[in-house]
Structure formats: C-alpha cells, structure tokens
C-alpha cells in the first residue's frame, strides 16, 4: 500500500512529505487534518469529509479552494 496525500495542494506519497519546522503548522500547531477511507470505487463519504474540512479551514483562517479540493480527491 502506498498512501498519498495533499500537502500544499499537491499529491505526494506519504513518506515523501515534510513539513517544514518554521512553518505555522510546527510553530503554532496551526492546520487542518482530514482522513478518507478508500475503496476500489473511491473515497468513501467524500463530500462531508471535505465539507468538515472546510468548516476546520474557515475557522483557522485557512482559504482552500474547495473545487480544487474535490478535483484532487
């Protein structure tokens, strides 16, 4: 199994994505977290895990694009 995820807007494989130390994620633990489970058909309750993620987003003061969002997923 090879997990992906977005980090930046960008698809990356799990284990290649860092986050860097002077960034405001590991200076203030400031972010927004998701997990979708998969299945052979997609992920699975996709719209209200991004739907939850979007109200995390909006009170953090994080601005995603929610299309670009649904595209990626």
């Known amino acids: 199994m090879n997990p992906t995820i977005v980090l930046n807007g960008e698809l990356r494989l799990a284990e290649e994505a860092l986050v860097p130390v002077s960034?405001?994620?590991a200076s203030f633990g400031e972010g927004a977290l998701e997990v979708f489970r998969t299945t052979t058909h997609g992920p699975f309750l996709a719209s209200r895990?991004?739907?939850r993620l979007g109200r995390a987003c909006e009170r953090l003061g994080i601005q995603i694009?929610?299309?670009s969002c649904r595209e990626r997923v």
């Open 65 to 67: 694009g929610r299309a």
């Open 49 to 51: 895990h991004l739907a």
């Open 23 to 25: 960034g405001v994620l």
